[in-house]
């Protein structure tokens, strides 16, 4: 025989793998269209203000910057979700993380150490806080096993993104480059 067992259940039941396939497909569209929603459940917070901008990054990563934490067209400081994927909120991998982070551009370190120290008086933070080149502030957020995606359909995972950056921003806002 020239087929696994694996290959042979498949080709039995090739139309449900098709099927499958377009769902998986479907999927992965879902996620990034959901993570991108995030503008809008943002920019309808009370704090959101005219100097705030949504960014979307790639289809994965999104992030709030401020017009006025720019020098030279560089974004300095960036609060958002990263690595929001499907293998990342329901498989085996690392789960997705809401970061504040300091880009390497001018004075990062003098940024990034003065963030810190703002982020350091919050009890909030204090468990998130990092060393890691550039970030400030990592938190995973929250995976989905199976009987919890209808917490993740529900919302529960943009939510989730949405109490941290409006946490970070609240805490930050007076700070300015």
Not at 9 to 31: C, D, G, M, P, R
Not at 64 to 76: A, E, G, H, I, Q
Not at 142 to 149: G, L, R
Request: glycine fraction near 6%.
């Amino acid at each position: 025989m020239y087929f696994s067992e694996d290959s042979a259940f498949l080709i039995q039941n090739w139309s449900q793998v098709e099927k499958f396939h377009t769902a998986e497909n479907n999927l992965y569209k879902e996620v990034s269209n959901l993570l991108h929603s995030l503008e809008g459940v943002l920019s309808g917070r009370d704090w959101w203000d005219y100097r705030l901008n949504f960014n979307r990054k790639s289809q994965d990563q999104v992030y709030v910057s401020r017009s006025d934490w720019t020098v030279r067209n560089n974004t300095l400081i960036w609060i958002g979700v990263e690595n929001f994927t499907v293998e990342r909120l329901f498989g085996s991998s690392f789960p997705p993380r809401c970061f504040l982070y300091c880009l390497n551009f001018g004075d990062r370190e003098k940024i990034r150490s003065e963030l810190l120290k703002t982020m350091r008086q919050d009890k909030y933070f204090r468990g998130f806080l990092t060393d890691r080149k550039g970030y400030v502030v990592i938190k995973h957020i929250k995976k989905y096993a199976n009987a919890q995606y209808h917490a993740f359909i529900d919302g529960e995972a943009l939510e989730e993104i949405a109490e941290f950056i409006e946490k970070v921003y609240l805490k930050i806002e007076g700070y300015s480059i």
